[in-house]
């Protein structure tokens, strides 16, 4: 099956800080969403992102599908962006989301 | 409205125990997920609900049994479960191919 790998696995961030997650694909995908789970195991939808970019706020996303890879950035980042952020994709003809690997980014004051 | 909601949020059950885990969602998904979540890890994949129809089993033991009753119900009977059974339990929905959408999970404890 597809693999998904993210990076890096930690990261620790003074707040006001920027950062890039990234998340790589070992095969073509159908679609690309960013997740942020919270200290209460809550998957919210950051992005939904095949291909091209999008901002929302302090986050943006990027997707470069023929390289696969995909990147998210936080900009400015608050203690409130503490979390594991997941990227998961569809691949193939299979309603089948696979999650990446995680990134746990913590931000201190 | 993007909501999915999963009944219970936590759930203590001994290893003899029958319990069901319930989800819902009225945005016209016509497909649902089960995924299991460990400590420090991603959600891994347990079932696909396509149309009402069970299309993805990743080999999960027959002590967890899926039940699609209708188009916005998704259950999860839980039977004889082990302690290594105790996980977060995610409920999704799609729109065929689309934006997932999940629930806030059920925190299950197997004693």
């Known amino acids: 099956g597809i693999q998904v790998e993210q990076s890096p696995p930690d990261l620790i961030l003074q707040e006001g800080a920027n950062s890039t997650l990234r998340c790589n694909f070992s095969?073509?995908?159908?679609?690309l969403q960013w997740f942020h789970q919270n200290p209460w195991g809550q998957l919210i939808n950051l992005f939904y992102?095949?291909?091209g970019t999008k901002q929302n706020g302090r986050l943006s996303a990027t997707t470069v599908a023929t390289e696969r890879y995909s990147l998210l950035y936080i900009s400015s980042s608050q203690t409130t962006d503490s979390g594991v952020y997941f990227c998961a994709v569809l691949a193939g003809g299979y309603q089948k989301v696979t999650f990446g690997t995680g990134t746990k980014l913590q931000v201190i004051p | 409205d993007t909501e999915v909601t999963q009944t219970p949020k936590h759930l203590v059950m001994g290893m003899t125990n029958k319990k069901s885990l319930k989800c819902e969602q009225h945005?016209?998904?016509?497909?649902m997920y089960w995924y299991k979540q460990k400590a420090k890890k991603p959600p891994e994949l347990m079932f696909v609900?396509?149309?009402?129809?069970?299309?993805i089993n990743e080999s999960v033991p027959s002590r967890f049994s899926p039940e699609c009753p209708n188009s916005s119900l998704l259950n999860l009977h839980l039977h004889a479960l082990q302690p290594e059974d105790s996980a977060l339990y995610l409920c999704a929905s799609a729109l065929g191919g689309g934006e997932a959408f999940f629930g806030q999970g059920t925190r299950l404890t197997v004693v």
């Open positions: 609900y396509s149309y009402e129809k069970l299309s």
């Open positions: 945005m016209g998904h016509r497909a």
């Open positions: 992102i095949p291909s």
């Open positions: 095969d073509s995908v159908n679609n």
